[in-house]
């Protein structure tokens, strides 16, 4: 049996759509990350989960109980909202520990989780006295506080400086497995997702994209949007031809491709390339396919990586080279690029075009 289950939930307001037909299932302990542009249907989602919503249509099972029509506080789940709904005149001890009082529960939690959120020492402060991040840290608090076996997080990292989202996140994730809590943390951070979660559901436009483990979403896909919301990537519009274990795509601003045969039969397709899969090279490389002189245009500095735009043609390929790598190469050097046959995703081109595919992810 699933821990929770949604079956086909569809949910509209007025003429929004804003879910159609959602189906997942999380397993005890599980941290599922749900992933999705503004206006995805990503609160909504969790909001019939902690019945704050009625589904259009549609149920939810905890545990394998039918929780459809039960009201919040009988389904066992802790619900983060995105604006945090804190109490700003209590302190924050009294927010945190909240949940815990009304029910006469034991209040170890509350400390636990102050201390895990690093706001120990201001639990005597009021709410309104501290910055939005740190609120925002209350707010989790409170939700891990709550000794609900379901947290339901919107958008929990979302104020926090880079430095302590990274910090927290594992942490959260690390409280959450010792606790033996299941947790939906939604967001629109791909990286945060990636990088946290046991598996990720992609949302656009009220529908579930791909539901897999984080390395298979990368590395697999399953579609243009998928593949586009996860990073700046190459695409590349063309028509394919086989040519016997082979596949020759003529790709528009660019040219001839040689890809190794796709998946789709689909002869008007999409190639798509991640900046780490390009080679970059100021020597002629060896290959006999895939290899096009190019003009570098911007090299932007990232840290580990450096991000190159390079003029091939008629296009812009993004390259990424790791620091060290780009040695020598600056705005206006010739170079080569080299697309490996092997790493190319293909799809087949979109019905409702590529500028849909690629830019329209809200319901
Ligand atoms: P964000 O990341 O911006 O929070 P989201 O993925 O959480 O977005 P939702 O808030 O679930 O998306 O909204 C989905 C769609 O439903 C959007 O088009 C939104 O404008 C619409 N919507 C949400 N709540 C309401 C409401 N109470 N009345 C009308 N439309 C709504």
Not at 210 to 231: D, M, W
Request: with cysteine; hydrophobic share 40%; charged share 25%.
């Amino acid at each position: 049996m699933k821990f929770l289950e949604v079956r086909s939930v569809f949910k509209s307001y007025g003429s929004i759509r804003a879910l159609r037909g959602v189906s997942i299932s999380v397993d005890k302990g599980e941290y599922l990350c749900i992933l999705g542009p503004t206006g995805a249907g990503k609160t909504t989602l969790l909001k019939i989960i902690a019945g704050l919503i009625k589904p259009d249509r549609g149920r939810v099972l905890i545990e394998g109980f039918d929780v459809t029509d039960l009201p919040p506080e009988l389904r066992s789940v802790s619900y983060m909202p995105q604006g945090y709904a804190l109490f700003l005149h209590m302190s924050v001890w009294d927010n945190v520990s909240y949940g815990l009082r009304v029910r006469g529960l034991p209040l170890d939690r509350a400390e636990e989780a102050l201390k895990m959120v690093g706001l120990y020492h201001r639990r005597f402060s009021r709410v309104y006295e501290l910055s939005g991040g740190q609120q925002q840290r209350v707010a989790l608090a409170r939700a891990i506080a709550a000794e609900a076996k379901l947290l339901l997080l919107d958008e929990p990292l979302s104020a926090l400086d880079a430095l302590l989202n990274l910090e927290l996140r594992h942490e959260l994730r690390r409280l959450a497995k010792s606790l033996g809590l299941t947790v939906l943390h939604v967001t629109h951070n791909t990286e945060e997702a990636l990088s946290i979660a046991d598996r990720v559901v992609i949302l656009r436009k009220g529908v579930v994209q791909q539901v897999g483990r984080p390395s298979e979403i990368y590395l697999k896909p399953a579609n243009i949007f998928t593949a586009s919301f996860l990073s700046e990537v190459n695409v590349l519009e063309g028509l394919a031809r086989v040519s016997g274990e082979k596949s020759v795509v003529d790709v528009r601003g660019l040219g001839k491709l040689v890809l190794e045969k796709p998946s789709t039969k689909a002869s008007h397709v999409v190639v798509i390339y991640r900046p780490e899969d390009v080679l970059v090279s100021s020597n002629t490389p060896s290959y006999k396919v895939n290899v096009f002189k190019g003009e570098v245009r911007s090299i932007e500095f990232l840290g580990l990586f450096s991000r190159l735009r390079i003029q091939v043609n008629g296009l812009e390929i993004i390259a990424d080279l790791w620091s060290g790598e780009d040695r020598g190469l600056k705005e206006d050097s010739r170079v080569y690029v080299y697309f490996d046959p092997r790493l190319a995703l293909v799809y087949p081109y979109p019905r409702e075009g590529l500028h849909v595919e690629l830019y329209e992810g809200g319901g």
